[in-house]
């Protein structure tokens, strides 16, 4: 059976019957100079297979060298990921023969990985906190990358020819093996979603990548399986390849749960293979038979030495590691008092960064969070963008907020500087020059506009005289009007008041 010719399960109804197990494969591409083992840069963009050597083209007699940063960085993931850091491992030929794989086989870590036996706590988006177990993290070699030219779907079926780049090939990589994840339940495509996002801003932290989802620096490959109950043994597990967003993520663990659902529900037998994600339709199409480990024919290389780091060494490493993700936003929430919910919606937005940046620059961070999350968060969702993206900096909103906190602007005319930044006007302080909105603190011009007001509304003037406060708006908004909002509403009352009075 195949996801064309199978009826989806509903997905509630699915995890009512059944129970979900995932695993993740993520590999992360490691942000070195050059190669895991030759001396070839690695920059993203370059013109195809200018970025070669004879060790990544696989020529005869070319030999390996390991590349010392990448080790570095490998032991700082395994370490963030409270694995143990191997105190001897080697590196291992993986067999298999692609046009994108220039040797004939990929140079990985098979039974001896830099990095075992860890756990990570994600965090879901109701604060409830999920424990992921770390099989293992080794390091290897990326692939080169096959491009299908001709066909309807960008694969290699209906394709008239394919070109293939070396310029990926060699790229290190460290890959971070779950242990099954069971336990969670109908939130299993949630889970996932959170626990690559939890390493992506892992590896951002520690500085071992740019870790962009969107070049392909972060993938993850997506095992599932389902069982008739928390107790049965594990069921046939598919691997969704090459995932590349965290809401693609949620979406195919989704798929295959209501798919493999529909395969058992009809008595059929799920088959253990590789699954292609299909970003446009949000489903999961057969790729091949999934290859068991002894289908890879593991040996090891007998060109390289076995990696020894020191303990010394590692111990300087996890020294210098800085402050993670999980007790980076404990801290901050704790100094901007912001409640649980606020600091998740932070978050979730992308702005903690930002925020972070503008109480730096002298904000407070109640302040900060009331523009990120106010009107530039309306204004990056209109615009399609990320928070990051839009034309303002953390120091603008600082200053934004500075000139509210002076009195010199009200918070209805700060929206119009913002739009005025925004549209490339300059710095805060140069569109309020630029746009004449300063608040109108001049109380005598302030007093000729409420005279103008009352004796406009003489009706008005008397029910206030009589004792009746709620009618003075009317003057107060005829003032606001007068002055374009450029008058403080406080300070019109209290005249008012004094001149009805």
């Excluded at 005829?478 to 019109?492: L, P, S």
Aim: charged content about 25%; overall charge negative; some cysteine.
């Amino acid at each position: 059976m195949t996801a064309t010719t199978v009826e989806l399960v509903d997905y509630a109804d699915a995890t009512r019957r059944y129970d979900p197990v995932i695993g993740i494969e993520v590999h992360v591409e490691l942000g070195t100079l050059t190669k895991m083992f030759c001396a070839a840069e690695v920059s993203f963009g370059a013109e195809p297979n200018t970025q070669v050597t004879p060790v990544s083209l696989g020529l005869p007699g070319a030999l390996p060298v390991v590349n010392g940063k990448a080790v570095e960085y490998a032991i700082r993931i395994g370490l963030a990921l409270n694995c143990e850091i191997a105190e001897t491992c080697r590196f291992a030929r993986k067999n298999y023969f692609y046009p994108d794989v220039p040797k004939n086989f990929q140079t990985s870590q098979y039974d001896e990985p830099i990095a075992h036996d860890g756990w990570i706590d994600v965090e879901l988006e109701d604060g409830t906190v999920f424990r992921v177990e770390i099989e293992r993290a080794h390091m290897e070699e990326d692939a080169g990358k096959n491009t299908h030219v001709g066909g309807a779907t960008g694969r290699i079926h209906g394709a008239e020819y394919s070109l293939v780049d070396y310029n990926r090939a060699g790229i290190p990589l460290v890959e971070i093996v779950t242990r099954p994840i069971t336990g969670a339940g109908d939130r299993a495509p949630e889970v996932a979603r959170a626990y690559v996002q939890t390493l992506r801003d892992i590896f951002r932290a520690l500085d071992v990548s740019e870790a962009r989802m969107e070049r392909g620096n972060v993938r993850a490959d997506v095992n599932l399986s389902l069982r008739p109950t928390p107790e049965s043994p594990l069921g046939t597990r598919t691997e969704t390849k090459n995932v590349n967003s965290f809401r693609s993520v949620e979406r195919a663990v989704r798929y295959e749960v209501s798919r493999q659902a529909a395969v058992l529900d009809a008595g059929g037998t799920v088959t253990q293979e590789t699954r292609h994600w299909h970003e446009d339709t949000g489903i999961t199409t057969s790729g091949r038979v999934k290859s068991d480990a002894e289908d890879y024919r593991y040996f090891p290389e007998p060109d390289l030495v076995p990696v020894a780091p020191p303990r010394e060494w590692i111990e300087e490493i996890r020294a210098g590691l800085p402050e993670l993700p999980v007790a980076r936003r404990r801290r901050l929430q704790g100094e901007w008092g912001y409640a649980d919910a606020e600091m998740r919606d932070v978050v979730n937005a992308g702005a903690i960064d930002l925020i972070e940046a503008t109480v730096a620059a002298g904000t407070s961070a109640a302040g900060a969070r009331k523009w990120w999350m106010g009107e530039l968060a309306r204004r990056a969702k209109q615009d399609d963008v990320e928070l990051a993206g839009l034309a303002v900096t953390p120091g603008q909103i600082a200053e934004l907020q500075g000139l509210v906190d002076s009195g010199r602007i009200n918070d209805k005319l700060a929206r119009q500087v913002l739009e005025g930044v925004l549209a490339g006007e300059g710095d805060p302080e140069q569109v309020v020059v630029a746009r004449g909105l300063e608040v109108v603190s001049d109380d005598g011009a302030l007093l000729a506009a409420i005279d103008d007001a009352l004796a406009a509304q003489p009706d008005v003037v008397e029910k206030v005289r009589g004792g009746n406060l709620g009618p003075v708006g009317a003057i107060i908004g005829a003032v606001m009007k007068a002055t374009r909002g450029q008058a403080d509403a406080g300070r019109v009352r209290e005249l008012v008041l004094e001149r009805i009075g």
